[in-house]
C-alpha cells in the first residue's frame, strides 16, 4: 500500500494529501521546540522537527526488533522530505501559502547562509533522498516479509 501510495505522491508532487497536514502540524510545533536557539534554529526547526519525528519512530521500531514496523515510518521520512524540498525550492518565488502569514522559512534560511540561488538544486537534493527513504523502505518492508520475520513485538524480557 505505501509503495502505491508513494508512486501517486510522486507522481503528483504538487497534490495536497491527509498526511501533509499531519507534516504541518508538526512543521509548525517545531519552530516552538526550537524557540530556545535564537532566530535561525528557530525557524529550522519546522523542518528538524518534521523530519526527527519518522526518525525517531523508524529507530524506536528497529530498536524494539520490528524491522517491518520500521519501514512504515521510513517511508514516512521519504514522504516529508518530498514535502520539505518543494518548500525548498519555492525560496526565491515564494509562491506557496504560508500558515498565518510571515516568512518564508526557506527563503530566510537560504539567503542567511549566501545560497538562496541554488534552491533549486538544493530541494532536488532533498527530494532524491526522499525517493531513497521510500524505495529503501517498500525494498526493506518487502525484504523482510519475504526473510518471514515474525510481525509481533518481542516480549519485554526479550528486550534489553
Known amino acids: 500500500m505505501l509503495a502505491l501510495y508513494g508512486w501517486i ?8 494529501r491527509w498526511l501533509d497536514s499531519l507534516d504541518l502540524a508538526i512543521h509548525e510545533t517545531g519552530h516552538l521546540v ?21 526518525v525517531a519512530f523508524t529507530v524506536a521500531l528497529w530498536r524494539q526488533g520490528d524491522h517491518h514496523g520500521a519501514t512504515v ?13 518543494r518548500y525548498v525550492r519555492d525560496a526565491r518565488t515564494e509562491a506557496l501559502p504560508l500558515v498565518g502569514g510571515g516568512e518564508h522559512d526557506w527563503a530566510f534560511l ?10 533549486q538544486a538544493i530541494g532536488r537534493t532533498v527530494y ?27 516480549s519485554p524480557k526479550e528486550t534489553p
Do not use: K
Not at 34 to 54: D, I, M, R
Not at 135 to 147: I, M, T, Y
Open 9 to 16: 505522491c510522486l507522481r503528483t508532487p504538487d497534490t495536497f
Open 34 to 54: 526550537f524557540a530556545f536557539g535564537g532566530e535561525t534554529l528557530t525557524v529550522l526547526g519546522g523542518t528538524l522537527l518534521q523530519l526527527l519525528v519518522p
Open 73 to 85: 515510518p521510513l517511508w514516512w521520512l521519504g514522504q516529508s522530505c518530498w514535502n520539505v524540498a
Open 110 to 119: 537560504l539567503g542567511h547562509w549566501g545560497v538562496l540561488e541554488r534552491d
Open 128 to 154: 532524491l533522498a526522499g525517493i531513497l527513504c521510500y524505495l529503501a523502505a517498500v525494498v526493506g518492508g518487502w525484504l523482510v516479509l519475504r526473510a518471514g520475520q515474525p510481525m509481533t513485538l518481542p
